[in-house]
């Protein structure tokens, strides 16, 4: 398997326009998670998905983000309006079940700036 | 939720020398991770390490949950294991990976 995919690995943006960030998990994997890093907060969970649902959003910052996942195989993030705080690195990870137990495995990750 | 703190926050080294980095969490776990981000910012699965201890060349894990920290131990370091490791956990009630605030290694020459 080539692992977990993201795409585009670089996105830069002028405030105020919508990104959307893309996942493609390992497959077989039922569980997915996109997390932010920055330098001040660390890497923080923003939302996780079993079996395509949403199970807790709780740390999504606010409105202007949302997450889908329509299938077991792609997700989505998408920040509409995009503002310069917004900026930091994303990923993605997945694992093959949630909270058992099991390894979890991270793509490389989309750097976006927001200018 | 739980807490996880790692140590040291920095830690410079000549190549060739060891080094333990430690993590500690403050509740029961089902699920311990360690990552090195490398300097591209990706993040490497080192070990997978809910208790016990595991190897990997030169690189070793060491999980006491009873007492609720873990050691990464890196021997005979070279300039490719500069870098931030991570170690993360996931808690039995919130069944998400959380992470601590990283050790950054930095081998020199």
């Known amino acids: 398997d080539a692992g977990v995919i993201q795409s585009p690995r670089h996105e830069v943006t002028e405030m105020g326009q919508e990104v959307t960030l893309r996942c493609k998990p390992i497959?077989?994997?039922?569980?997915l998670f996109w997390y932010r890093q920055t330098m001040m907060r660390g890497l923080e969970l923003l939302i996780y998905?079993?079996?395509?649902?949403?199970?807790?959003d709780s740390g999504m910052p606010e409105d202007r983000f949302s997450a889908k996942m329509p299938n077991a195989s792609f997700s989505t993030l998408k920040i509409q309006p995009s503002e310069p705080r917004d900026s930091a690195v994303y990923f993605c990870?997945?694992?093959?079940?949630?909270?058992?137990?099991?390894?979890?495995?991270f793509g490389q990750g989309t750097r976006l700036t927001v200018v | 939720g739980i807490q996880v703190e790692q140590s040291p926050p920095d830690l410079i080294l000549q190549e060739g020398a060891n080094s333990t980095l430690r993590c500690n969490f403050s509740?029961?776990?089902?699920?311990l991770q360690w990552f090195h981000q490398n300097p591209w910012g990706q993040l490497i699965n080192l070990f997978y390490?809910?208790?016990g201890t595991k190897q990997n060349g030169r690189l070793s894990a060491t999980t006491v949950a009873t007492e609720r920290y873990s050691l990464l131990y890196i021997s005979s370091s070279q300039t490719t294991d500069s870098g931030v490791y991570f170690c993360?956990?996931?808690?039995?009630?919130?069944?998400?990976?959380?992470f601590g605030t990283g050790t950054r290694l930095t081998i020199i020459p």
């Open positions: 998905f079993n079996n395509n649902v949403p199970i807790d």
């Open positions: 497959s077989g994997h039922n569980s």
């Open positions: 390490i809910p208790s």
């Open positions: 990870a997945s694992n093959p079940r949630l909270g058992i137990s099991t390894e979890a495995f």
């Open positions: 509740d029961s776990v089902n699920n």
């Open positions: 993360a956990v996931f808690d039995f009630g919130n069944e998400k990976l959380t």
